[in-house]
């Protein structure tokens, strides 16, 4: 059975950084492809960065520059590096992994609160 955790989150004042990890089991973690979400209070679900199996990325444009993404397909991790943090990053964090041949599942993580506040 998947699971995906998620750990890193907490308070950070603005300008300041975190970073976030997501611990993948039972799954060949060079299957997936691997995405960070966040969603705010009363926000939808948005994507922040995504990782393929190869390293190849992509992030939102709100995050370009500040945010990094990166795998360890031995270790079954995933990680976001967040820089410059502001108030607007504030939100629940959630890992998710995608496979890469079908039938496509997708699996979630719980999540983990970042706050951006002074």
């Known amino acids: 059975q998947v699971h995906l955790v998620e750990s890193g989150g907490g308070l950070v004042q603005p300008g300041g950084s975190l970073r976030l990890s997501c611990a993948g089991s039972?799954?060949?973690?060079?299957?997936?492809?691997m995405r960070w979400y966040r969603q705010a209070p009363g926000s939808q679900r948005d994507l922040v960065a995504i990782?393929?199996?190869?390293?190849?990325?992509n992030y939102a444009e709100s995050v370009k520059g500040r945010f990094t993404i990166s795998r360890d397909n031995a270790e079954n991790l995933v990680y976001l590096r967040m820089n410059s943090l502001e108030p607007e990053d504030t939100a629940v964090y959630l890992c998710?992994?995608?496979?890469?041949?079908?039938?496509?599942?997708?699996?979630w993580g719980q999540g983990t609160q970042v706050t951006v506040s002074s």
């Open positions: 990782i393929s199996p190869g390293g190849a990325t």
């Open positions: 998710n992994g995608q496979e890469i041949s079908p039938p496509y599942r997708n699996y």
């Open positions: 039972g799954m060949i973690f060079s299957m997936y492809t």
